[in-house]
């Protein structure tokens, strides 16, 4: 049985890096404590990063995307220390990176108990995301080895695309990371409905982790409502309508955690022996209607 930390995390100002650092340190240390081997916070949960600069630079869209850039090496440093510190697997969230060629992707690091294991940027962008903000598509999907299983990252909106589930899946995660941000209840339930569909079609689990609150302060982050969740295929041994876990609330006050236990073990078996095969099915009959 492996033990999972979703966070609902609230966008609160930080305005001091020793204050960020107590902040996420404690927060992670709660879920560790609590027995998690894996914790998860959402979509562009480093941008909170930005509550460190002058009043002006954060309340600005594309002046806080790049005032935060100096921040992230410290930033990665910190999320490895807690991930070494604690034992555990951290997904610290994503925020937009500064690629050499100038542009800005929406990247989320790994990090696990023997260090940085690497990044996953986001693949599909969100109308806001190339629109307004102008954040690139990145390149290619990766499949994460850890103590605890095979498992892959897909931020957000990415969720919403079968395929790229599948390419994961056919590359041996067991589990998918679905770190997430949205400022609408529909956008949340896109994210959900997407992440629980890759869960029954690949027969896999999928963890997704929100933010919530209001952050005037930030031009980027100022209305955020979601739940985390556990999802795995509606099968034998698994729940009837596939959610393992979900937290209570849209928008709680503060950050919280959904820890939940899966059985990765049990969710592999699902496709050998399970009521249907949808992984199994699915590009048999895909081929056949071409």
Same mark, same amino acid.
């Given at each position: 049985?492996?033990?999972?930390?979703?966070?609902?995390?609230?966008?609160?100002?930080? /305005?001091?890096?020793?204050?960020?650092?107590?902040?996420?340190?404690?927060?992670?240390?709660?879920?560790?404590?609590?027995?998690?081997?894996?914790?998860?916070?959402?979509?562009?949960?480093?941008?909170?990063?930005?509550?460190?600069?002058?009043?002006?630079?954060?309340?600005?869209?594309?002046?806080?995307?790049?005032?935060?850039?100096?921040?992230?090496?410290?930033? /990665?440093?910190?999320? %490895?220390?807690?991930?070494?510190?604690?034992?555990?697997?951290?997904?610290?969230?994503?925020?937009?990176?500064?690629?050499?060629?100038?542009?800005?992707?929406?990247?989320?690091?790994?990090?696990?108990?023997?260090?940085?294991?690497?990044?996953?940027?986001?693949?599909?962008?969100?109308?806001?995301?190339?629109?307004?903000?102008?954040?690139?598509?990145?390149?290619?999907? /990766?499949?994460?080895?850890?103590?605890?299983?095979?498992?892959?990252?897909?931020?957000?909106?990415?969720?919403?695309?079968?395929?790229?589930?599948?390419?994961?899946? %056919?590359?041996?995660?067991?589990?998918?990371?679905?770190?997430?941000?949205?400022?609408?209840?529909?956008?949340?339930?896109?994210?959900?409905?997407?992440?629980?569909?890759?869960?029954?079609?690949?027969?896999?689990?999928?963890?997704?982790?929100?933010?919530?609150?209001?952050?005037?302060?930030?031009?980027?982050?100022?209305?955020?409502?979601?739940?985390?969740?556990?999802?795995?295929?509606?099968?034998?041994?698994?729940? /009837?309508?596939?959610?393992?876990?979900?937290?209570?609330?849209?928008?709680?006050?503060?950050?919280?955690?959904?820890?939940?236990?899966?059985?990765?073990?049990?969710?592999?078996?699902?496709?050998?022996?399970?009521?249907?095969?949808?992984?199994?099915?699915?590009?048999?009959?895909?081929?056949?209607?071409?």
């Amino acid at each position: 049985m492996t033990r999972l930390a979703a966070c609902q995390y609230a966008i609160e100002l930080h /305005k001091t890096w020793d204050a960020y650092v107590d902040h996420l340190q404690g927060l992670c240390a709660e879920a560790a404590e609590a027995g998690a081997q894996l914790l998860l916070l959402p979509e562009y949960a480093g941008l909170v990063l930005s509550g460190l600069l002058p009043v002006q630079q954060r309340g600005d869209l594309k002046a806080s995307i790049a005032g935060i850039q100096p921040l992230i090496e410290p930033w /990665k440093a910190l999320c %490895e220390r807690i991930a070494r510190r604690w034992g555990v697997y951290l997904q610290p969230g994503s925020l937009p990176v500064q690629d050499s060629d100038g542009r800005y992707r929406n990247r989320a690091w790994l990090f696990g108990p023997e260090g940085e294991l690497g990044h996953q940027d986001k693949l599909m962008m969100t109308r806001f995301e190339r629109e307004q903000w102008d954040i690139a598509p990145g390149d290619g999907l /990766k499949v994460f080895d850890t103590q605890l299983g095979r498992l892959g990252i897909l931020i957000c909106y990415d969720n919403e695309f079968p395929m790229l589930a599948r390419r994961l899946a %056919e590359g041996g995660a067991d589990l998918i990371l679905a770190p997430s941000c949205t400022d609408t209840e529909a956008g949340y339930h896109r994210v959900r409905i997407g992440a629980q569909a890759r869960a029954l079609e690949n027969q896999i689990a999928v963890l997704q982790s929100p933010t919530v609150g209001l952050a005037a302060w930030s031009q980027a982050l100022d209305e955020n409502i979601g739940r985390a969740g556990l999802f795995v295929p509606p099968d034998h041994g698994m729940p /009837k309508d596939g959610v393992v876990a979900l937290s209570t609330e849209l928008d709680p006050a503060g950050s919280q955690w959904l820890i939940c236990d899966v059985d990765l073990a049990a969710v592999r078996r699902v496709r050998e022996q399970g009521q249907v095969f949808t992984r199994r099915d699915w590009p048999e009959q895909f081929e056949r209607s071409l």
